[in-house]
């Protein structure tokens, strides 16, 4: 265990009526990035926000914006979230028929590429594509929803993951159920950037929900 975690709130729990002021007081609390959560109805069950939210939130703090689609198909959107301010896209490798050619687009126009694997998904391909993103995400519930119970298979999966990136500056993100009780076995596994939606806007002190989540 070296450095603290990087924390990524998931405006997926934040109050949608004043989405702005709840970035600034993420901002303010200490946040590292904030994580959004794109959900089309189609790939996941749900339906959140769009480009147009992005954009509109990106002058509001200076925190990169982490912006994970759960659409399909994604490539005819992803400029778009870039053009809104997107710093880091994750995509979902069965939202494309071409990964490679997904991830090098998002880094061709100025983005940081990531993946994301659902909990049934095997990370044993991502050997062949590693070398063309910055990031991979372990989903550790399915995605749609917050406020799901943390799926501890996916533990096995991250210390594989670290593994298979070797020396390689690439993040492994967590997302879903991580709370001060979960976060230190995913830091123990190898992940270095934790999303939290419950268990940061569970109460309004979100300097003290981060940092119970930075230090546990
Ligand atoms: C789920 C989303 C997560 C979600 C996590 O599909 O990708 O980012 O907001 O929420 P919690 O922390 O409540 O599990
Ligand atoms: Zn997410």
Same mark, same amino acid.
């Given at each position: 265990?070296?450095?603290?975690?990087?924390?990524?709130?998931?405006? =997926? +729990?934040?109050?949608? &009526?004043?989405?702005?002021?709840?970035?600034? *007081? !993420? @901002?303010? #609390?200490?946040?590292?990035?904030?994580?959004?959560?794109?959900?089309?109805?189609?790939?996941?069950?749900?339906?959140?926000?769009?480009?147009?939210?992005?954009?509109?939130l990106k002058p509001l703090t200076p925190l990169p914006f982490d912006v994970h689609l759960m659409?399909?198909?994604?490539?005819?959107?992803?400029?778009?979230?870039?053009?809104?301010?997107?710093?880091?896209?994750?995509?979902?490798?069965?939202?494309?028929?071409?990964?490679?050619?997904? =991830? +090098?687009?998002?880094? &061709?126009?100025?983005?940081?590429?990531?993946? *994301? !694997? @659902?909990? #049934?998904?095997?990370?044993?391909?991502?050997?062949?594509?590693?070398?063309?993103?910055?990031?991979?995400?372990?989903?550790?519930?399915?995605?749609?929803?917050?406020?799901?119970?943390?799926?501890?298979?996916?533990?096995?999966?991250?210390?594989?993951?670290?593994?298979?990136?070797?020396?390689?500056?690439?993040?492994?993100?967590?997302?879903?159920?991580?709370?001060?009780?979960?976060?230190?076995?995913?830091?123990?596994?190898?992940?270095?950037? =934790?999303?939290?939606?419950?268990?940061?806007?569970?109460?309004?002190?979100?300097?003290?929900?981060?940092?119970?989540?930075?230090?546990?």
């Amino acid at each position: 265990m070296t450095s603290a975690p990087r924390i990524a709130p998931s405006l =997926l +729990s934040a109050d949608f &009526a004043c989405l702005g002021e709840e970035v600034k *007081a !993420l @901002t303010q #609390a200490g946040a590292d990035l904030v994580h959004f959560d794109v959900m089309d109805g189609h790939f996941v069950p749900n339906i959140t926000v769009g480009p147009g939210v992005l954009k509109a939130l990106k002058p509001l703090t200076p925190l990169p914006f982490d912006v994970h689609l759960m659409i399909t198909p994604v490539d005819p959107h992803i400029d778009a979230f870039i053009d809104a301010g997107a710093d880091i896209i994750t995509v979902h490798p069965e939202s494309t028929l071409h990964l490679q050619r997904t =991830l +090098s687009h998002i880094r &061709a126009r100025g983005a940081k590429a990531g993946i *994301a !694997l @659902t909990p #049934a998904q095997d990370p044993a391909f991502l050997r062949w594509i590693l070398d063309d993103v910055d990031m991979v995400l372990v989903m550790t519930v399915n995605p749609g929803f917050g406020g799901q119970a943390f799926l501890h298979t996916q533990l096995a999966k991250i210390i594989t993951i670290k593994d298979l990136i070797g020396a390689r500056p690439i993040d492994i993100e967590v997302d879903g159920g991580i709370t001060p009780e979960t976060a230190p076995l995913v830091r123990e596994a190898g992940a270095n950037v =934790l999303v939290a939606g419950t268990s940061i806007f569970k109460t309004k002190n979100y300097t003290g929900n981060i940092n119970a989540l930075r230090e546990a």
